[in-house]
Nanobody
Framework: QVQLVESGGGLVQPGGSLRLSCAAS????????MGWYRQTPGRERELVAR???????NYADSVKGRFTISRDNTKNTLYLQMNSLKPEDTAVYYC????????WGKGTLVTVSS
């Protein structure tokens, strides 16, 4: 059974930071390219960061220089460090495998507001 459990979201002020976690089970995590997505009402789910099994990364232009994706293969956990947060970063954040999407988790809500 595949499970993707996101956590770490919350309410932060503009310019603040959050670290999101994604605990994965039931998948060959070590071999999988993984990504972080976000979605707001009325908009398509957007891939914002991606990391390969060899820890090569890439990012959407909207988050480059502010977000850092990483992974801990010993814990089957994916992370997203988010710095210099902006109101437009407000979204529900999800993790998944871009090449072959698993069932989505519940996501974790990030709200950036003063």
């Amino acid at each position: 059974q595949v499970q993707l459990v996101e956590s770490g979201g919350g309410l932060v002020q503009p310019g603040g930071s959050l670290r999101l976690s994604c605990a994965a089970s039931g998948i060959p995590f070590r071999l999988a390219t993984m990504g972080w997505y976000r979605q707001t009402p009325g908009r398509e789910r957007e891939l914002v960061a991606r990391i390969t099994s060899s820890s090569s990364t890439n990012y959407a232009d909207s988050v480059k220089g502010r977000f850092t994706i990483s992974r801990d293969n010993t814990k089957n956990t994916l992370y997203l460090q988010m710095n210099s947060l902006k109101p437009e970063d407000t979204a529900v954040y999800y993790c998944n495998r871009p090449s072959d999407i698993y069932d989505w988790g519940k996501g974790t809500l990030v709200t950036v507001s003063s």
